[in-house]
């Protein structure tokens, strides 16, 4: 890992906003100066993040932060245009999403992207795709059932037709298929239910804890995520302007009012929109 350091020091200059504490030694993902667009639209502007193994990590941000910009970029949907990404060490970058599947990396999209036509079973045995071990896929697939029982009360049912949180089961289930050692899910809570919401953090965590998944969560919803998260960056207008323990940002003045609605003061005076946050 000191071999990692050095080079990442030799490739970009150090970020201000490193969030892995003294006793954290090894990264499953370095992000360095990150810069991707659309067009002449730059949707990151020099984004710097690490991952820690064994870790949860969060990403909040309003929308159009960039935050799915950023998650398909380190996955290989977008090339980025300046920067580095390394994955256990190795630069990644510009790579073909199948291959950093092999590698060990799962993408859960916005959306849940299930594939309508397909039964349970079979979008599982998607996610399976690059694997050759047909036992151990099948010991997977059971353990997918056993922290999502209605999958397997649904399996030959045609994942369109199933629910949004049902899908969203689905989706995560698809992408452990892969035996990823880090998982990116970009906004698990978007359309469900406030008890749906809870039952799928609850799950993420526990994947987290008994699984040993890695997992980089991308999160409009600030409370659940940062109780489910070890980490947090706060993204805005595609540069990183927080970053620091789930604890810390939990207790950030700027979190509360902004990002959880609270307020030291109530009154018309104290509007959000007549306090500036202290990043500016």
């Known amino acids: 890992m000191s071999s990692i350091k050095k080079s990442l020091s030799s490739a970009a200059p150090a970020t201000e906003m490193n969030l892995v504490d003294s006793e954290v030694k090894n990264n499953v993902l370095e992000v360095r100066n990150l810069e991707s667009a659309y067009g002449p ?3 990151l502007r020099g984004v710097s993040l690490e991952v820690p193994e064994g870790k949860v990590v969060t990403i909040l941000g309003a929308n159009g932060a960039g935050k799915t910009t950023l998650m398909k970029t380190i996955s290989g949907v977008i090339n980025p245009r300046k920067g580095a990404v390394w994955f256990h060490g190795e ?14 990396l799962s993408h859960v999209p916005e959306g849940r992207e299930v594939f309508p036509f397909l039964n349970v079973a079979e979008n599982l045995a998607m996610g399976a795709y690059t694997r050759r071990d047909k ?16 999958l397997k009360d649904r399996r030959t049912q045609a994942a369109g037709t199933m629910s949004g949180g049902q899908q969203q089961m689905l989706a995560i289930g698809r992408g452990l298929m892969s035996r990823p050692s880090l998982m990116l899910l970009d906004e698990p809570s978007l359309g469900l239910s406030p008890l749906l919401v809870q039952e799928i953090f609850a799950i ?4 987290n804890k008994e699984q040993g998944v890695t997992i980089l969560l991308v999160e409009q919803n600030a409370r659940v995520a940062l109780a ?6 706060v993204l805005e207008t595609g540069r990183i302007v927080m970053a620091g323990s789930a604890d810390k940002l939990m207790h950030s003045d700027d ?11 109530n009154t018309a005076e104290a509007t959000r929109w007549k306090r500036k946050k202290t990043w500016r």
């Open 135 to 150: 036992s151990e896929i099948q010991c997977d697939v059971e353990m997918i059932y056993e922290y999502f029982p209605i």
């Open 228 to 233: 489910a998260a070890d980490y947090g960056y």
């Open 91 to 104: 630069r990644i970058d510009g790579t073909e999403p199948d291959r950093l599947v092999k590698k060990g």
């Open 255 to 265: 979190i509360k009012e902004f990002y959880l609605g609270q307020t030291k003061d």
């Open 41 to 43: 639209v730059m949707a």
């Open 204 to 207: 993420i965590r526990r994947l």
